[in-house]
């Protein structure tokens, strides 16, 4: 059975937009973020719960981010703690572009290196995320996807008021067939009222 089409019109931004929170700023790449995510992609533990990637297809992913806050002025941010960490990993919201029952919808994400853990910042800086998307991007819902062994993200998520949605559970078309890492789970998070 063929889904019905359904489509997204979201706001775009002549110049790329900063988010600030009590410690964060979520902020457009720069070039000098490069290496520090390449290199935050290649710790086995930050790849823990994602497909391994190159160094090649970690700056590729980068350059992604980059490009889709330049076209639409938001996006999966860079995350900075100024004063603490220059580049701390990303925090934001992206628009898939798979197949999947939910798409589609504006999925909100983080990544943050193992200097950044623990320290509450994936929280503050996805809240920020959040607070942008309803009340700035007027979204009716966020939802956000992880692999069910992801405690960490899945934490992050709850704190965040998101509910598991067993019936969105899904086979990521990214990931092949027979690959662990292949079946996500979903978690939305409606517009407060």
């Not at 990993?89 to 193992?114: Q, S, T």
Request: hydrophobic residues 45%; aromatic residues 8%.
């Amino acid at each position: 059975m063929q889904r019905p089409e359904r489509s997204l019109v979201l706001p775009t931004f002549a110049a790329p937009l900063e988010l600030h929170t009590r410690r964060c700023v979520l902020r457009q790449w720069k070039d000098g973020d490069l290496a520090p995510w390449a290199a935050m992609n290649a710790d086995p533990e930050v790849r823990r719960h994602l497909p391994s990637i190159t160094e090649e297809q970690a700056v590729a992913e980068a350059g992604r981010c980059r490009d889709a806050i330049a076209q639409r002025g938001w996006g999966l941010w860079a995350l900075e703690v100024p004063g603490l960490l220059p580049f701390a990993g990303f925090v934001g919201l992206n628009v898939p572009h798979y197949d999947a029952p939910w798409v589609p919808a504006v999925e909100i994400g983080w990544r943050l290196p193992r200097s950044a853990w623990g320290q509450g910042l994936a929280t503050e800086a996805a809240q920020a995320a959040l607070d942008f998307g309803f009340a700035r991007l007027g979204l009716d819902e966020v939802v956000a996807i992880t692999i069910a062994a992801n405690a960490p993200s899945r934490r992050v998520m709850e704190r965040l008021g998101m509910q598991r949605d067993e019936s969105g559970d899904f086979d990521h078309p990214r990931i092949e067939a027979g690959h662990p890492m292949r079946r996500h789970v979903l978690y939305r998070k409606a517009r407060p009222a």
